[in-house]
């Protein structure tokens, strides 16, 4: 069997560290939305894992829905250029918006969400990050929650890709260089 884990020089935060901090992340969530259902947005595709487990550990009633951004093409950094693939099918006016990430890296993608749905109307925003990557930030903006702040390394699994591989590996890892570079 293909092991994609030996691609990793290193795991990062395992699957117990994510598990813990997605257990956190939640509690503070279902402080936040007391009495309200938020409409819970999973920018795909490198949120949806995270998204997953967030919205079961969470206690509040919550709406989800799907919206694809793409910035990074199949290559390793950002252009900067963040497109709408797949628009969300619930309309957001008057919603209390859960907008849930993987990572904010130079910090276009969430900028342009933020425009977009502020746009539409949303009654109030929140936005949960799995994991934030200030060294690379381009524009001053960052989550309400990040669950883990890393450094500039590249990373894979727990829904993260290179070329659309390592998503599905239970922990964070850091990829091997040998990989992205041949
Ligand atoms: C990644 C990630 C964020 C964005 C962050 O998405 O999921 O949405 O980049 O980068 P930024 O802060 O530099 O804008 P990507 O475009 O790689 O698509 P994916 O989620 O399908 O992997």
């Not at 925003?125 to 390394?153: H, I, M, Q, W």
Request: proline share 3%; charged share 25%; hydrophobic share 40%.
């Amino acid at each position: 069997m293909m092991e994609q884990g030996n691609d990793c020089e290193r795991i990062l935060f395992t699957a117990e560290d994510i598990a813990a901090q997605v257990k956190k992340a939640a509690a503070w969530l279902d402080e936040r939305f007391e009495g309200t259902v938020p409409l819970a947005v999973s920018v795909l595709k490198g949120s949806v894992i995270f998204f997953c487990d967030l919205v079961r550990a969470m206690k509040t009633p919550v709406q989800m829905d799907f919206m694809t951004l793409s910035s990074y093409g199949s290559g390793s950094s950002s252009s900067g250029m963040p497109k709408i693939v797949m628009d969300l099918s619930a309309p957001v006016e008057g919603r209390d918006v859960l907008l849930v990430e993987d990572i904010v890296d130079s910090g276009h993608t969430l900028v342009k969400l933020k425009e977009l749905l502020g746009g539409r109307g949303a009654k109030s925003f929140t936005v949960v990050s799995l994991l934030d990557k200030p060294s690379r930030r381009e524009v001053d903006v960052k989550a309400d929650y990040s669950c883990f702040t890393v450094g500039n390394e590249f990373i894979v699994g727990y829904g993260l890709d290179y070329a659309q591989r390592y998503r599905n590996l239970p922990y964070i890892g850091v990829l091997k260089r040998e990989i992205y570079e041949k």
